[in-house]
T-cell receptor, first 114, second 111 residues
């Protein structure tokens, strides 16, 4: 039972354009959401997060949008750069839990073409 | 610099062998986690520990074992009972829900 779903295994965009990565979740207990970026043979690195009390969080070129009613979040990268090419994982958790467990999606491979 | 160190980076295991993957952190984090990454499968939780001398099974704990004798260390043993151990293994630690710090991973291959 996938509680965090990233339905697009891959996405290809042109340099300078917008990249939009999508994520859906099913567990109503999730109230904290994160995006991680991962290069091959390396550990994921934290990119941006959002709490359920917000619907938008922005950090430079990266913006995460949260639609709680639809149980959907998205990551926007503007403008996209070749160095953004990586696998992006969406993750979700419950801030009220004591174990800080995160559930990850399967990832989306973003390729930014020069 | 604070961080998480996983070793070795590459590990080869023969059929029927147990192998241990090392994970050490100097971030003073209480909680530590082991994830497995397979192509197209994302990150799946194997075991986690919130405090020394205590750990819990994750979603795919069968064939694995862990220990948490020190706050800094959370080694993972892949036993011979794990039928498909070839994967990329990631260790992480945190102080809260705000996000994990990951190690650089260990690639385990059965030969």
């Amino acid at each position: 039972d996938q509680q965090v779903k990233q339905n697009s295994p891959s996405l290809s965009v042109q340099e300078g354009r917008i990249s939009i990565l999508n994520c859906d979740y099913t567990n109503s207990m999730f109230d904290y959401f994160l995006w991680y970026k991962k290069y091959p043979a390396e550990g994921p690195t934290f990119l941006i997060s959002i709490s359920s009390i917000k619907d938008k969080n922005e950090d430079g070129r990266f913006t995460v949008f949260l639609n709680k009613s639809a149980k959907h979040l998205s990551l926007h990268i503007v403008p996209s750069q070749p160095g953004d090419s990586a696998v992006y994982f969406c993750a979700a958790g419950n801030s009220g839990g004591s174990n800080y467990k995160l559930t990850f999606g399967k990832g989306t491979l973003l390729t930014v073409n020069p | 610099d604070g961080g998480i160190t996983q070793s070795p980076k590459y590990l080869f295991r023969k059929e029927g062998q147990n192998v241990t993957l090392s994970c050490e952190q100097n971030l003073n984090h209480d909680a530590m986690y082991w994830y497995r990454q397979d192509p197209g499968q994302g990150l799946r939780l194997i075991y986690y520990s919130q405090i020394v001398n205590d750990f819990q099974k994750g979603d795919i704990a069968e064939g694995y074992s862990v220990s948490r004798e020190k706050k800094e260390s959370f080694p993972l043993t892949v036993t011979s009972a794990q039928k498909n151990p070839t994967a990329f293994y990631l260790c992480a630690s945190t102080t809260g829900i705000h996000g994990y710090t990951f190690g650089s991973g260990t690639r385990l291959t059965v030969v």
